[in-house]
């Protein structure tokens, strides 16, 4: 959204990043050909037809201590210092320390020690992993 905002229409087709070895490939130039689309340039993904008929930006989802739903089930609402923010729930065995009051802070699971542990049981052991193996592998020998 900040590009359509803070850029007009030429600009936003024509400002790309300087060609610079040092901090990026040649293959991220703008004159590069854009795979695996050959008969394009890098720098023609930033034309303006992508934005006028393909696509719009959303806003950035928004919450508060008084509503704390960011309308995501991959988002979750972290309040600090009285101010929300929409913020990525952490994956399944993530990192979530400092979070664990906030019980939708894991995505499809809860924070424990401040690690992200799913809701969902394993799958399955090794035992039982092995007992099907070993059924699987007898039932189909050739006698």
Known sequence: MSREKNLNRVQRETIYPKDM????????F?????????EMRNIDGFSNKYTDNM???????????????????????????GVGKCTAKVKSS??????????????MGK?????????????IKKQE???ILNSVT???VIK
Request: aromatic fraction near 10%.
């Open 138 to 140: 007898s039932s189909s």
């Open 129 to 131: 992993l092995n007992a």
């Open 55 to 81: 696509y719009e930006y959303a806003p950035r989802p928004t919450c508060s201590p008084e509503n704390t739903s960011c309308g995501s089930e991959f988002l979750f609402c972290k309040i600090s210092n």
């Open 94 to 107: 993530g990192n979530c320390t400092g979070l664990e009051d906030i019980p939708e802070v894991c995505y």
């Open 21 to 28: 070895e040092s901090c990026f490939p040649p293959s991220h």
């Open 111 to 123: 924070c424990v020690n401040g690690t992200c542990l799913s809701d969902f049981p394993s799958t």
């Open 30 to 38: 703008g004159t590069s050909l854009m795979r695996p689309f050959e």
